[in-house]
């Protein structure tokens, strides 16, 4: 096995490791880190809560005494850029020099102003060995939501809408169910993940939607609903550290995040038996709107877009 695919095998077992964190972590990023002395794991852990030890501080400390001695001679392995500042926890840049390890590998850099290539200047300047980049896609994807949150001072926003295969959203302007049991849950489950959920006054008062986490396990999102009256403020969900948003409004409301760009995925659920003659047509998907992922479950089909 070469180096490159040897790194590559690392760094999939910690993202497989960051994901552990997907609740509790937040509003830090999910971090993943694994301690290798030739070719055989000695440490490996994750950021399980925010406050608490990082990813590289759970990974010495789970080493057993007897490969302690073996640190020099070891590489460890991080998805994200070793923090170099005093946050809530001590910097995990110089836990690493004290160690004396001999390698790191580095999934992406961190793109929050207080880190963003400090961590691995330091280590670096401490005469350790440091390749940045392996899986690096990858391993920004997963923290998509902390990056463009820090990036652009805003959330992460993902613009969600189930319809007819004909392309309609509800039944001559009525509210009716177009997903299947199954694919509620699903919505669900993003629901979890998400820090809030939004939609515009008109839904929120024809259908009266609920918009929590009943079908699946997890915190409820926070309700936001938005009017010409009440325009969503992005600063202020910035400054609340909501990191992401799920817009599930009607093609008025999704329309509107699409026309002024403010968007970052769209996931479309489309129900390939059902067809409605009238009614609400679901919104245009922009130009600038890749596929990123499609699944079928049975009628159902649901494709997400990322922006290019």
């Known amino acids: 096995m070469n180096h490159q695919t040897e790194d590559e095998k690392y760094m999939r077992r910690c ?17 993943g880190a694994v301690i290798v002395h030739e070719g055989r794991i000695i440490g490996e852990g994750y950021h399980v809560r925010c406050g608490e ?5 759970n990974a010495f400390a ?16 991080v998805s994200l850029e070793p923090c170099s500042h005093y946050g809530k926890t001590p910097p995990c840049a ?36 440091v390749e940045v980049g392996v899986l690096e896609e990858e391993c920004k994807v997963l923290n998509r939501r902390f990056f ?57 008062e024809r259908d009266h939607p609920k918009l929590n986490v009943r079908e699946w396990t997890g915190d409820d999102p926070k309700r936001l609903v938005i009017d010409r ?16 948003l799920v817009v599930e409004g009607g093609t008025k409301t999704l329309q509107s995040f699409i026309e002024q760009s403010l968007w970052d995925e ?7 038996l059902k067809t409605f003659t009238d009614g609400t047509r679901a919104p245009q998907i922009p130009a600038n709107a890749k596929v990123i992922y499609t699944k079928r479950y049975d009628d159902l089909v649901i494709v997400n877009y990322q922006k290019i």
Not at 18 to 30: D, F, S, V
Not at 171 to 190: A, E, G, N, R, V
């Open 62 to 77: 789970s080493v057993r005494q007897e490969d302690e001695p073996l640190l020099p001679q070891s590489t460890i392995y």
């Open 266 to 272: 769209i996931r479309v659920e489309t129900n390939l």
């Open 53 to 57: 030890g990082h990813a590289e501080v």
């Open 229 to 244: 009256r009440h325009p969503l403020n992005l600063a202020s969900l910035h400054q609340q550290n909501i990191q992401s």
């Open 15 to 31: 993202i497989q490791l960051a994901k552990n964190g997907q609740r509790n972590a937040k509003p830090n990023p999910m971090v």
């Open 94 to 129: 110089d836990l690493i020099i004290k160690k004396s390890v001999r390698r790191v590998v580095v999934g992406c850099i961190d793109e929050f102003a207080e880190v963003q290539g400090r961590g691995i200047r330091k280590l670096r300047e401490a005469g350790i060995e």
């Open 148 to 204: 463009t949150f820090h990036r652009e001072q805003r959330p992460y926003i993902i613009l969600k809408w189930a319809q007819t295969a004909n392309g309609f959203i509800d039944d001559h302007f009525l509210p009716t169910q177009i997903s299947s049991d199954f694919t509620k849950m699903l919505s669900h489950k993003l629901r979890a993940e998400e820090d809030a959920i939004l939609v515009g006054r008109v839904t929120d």
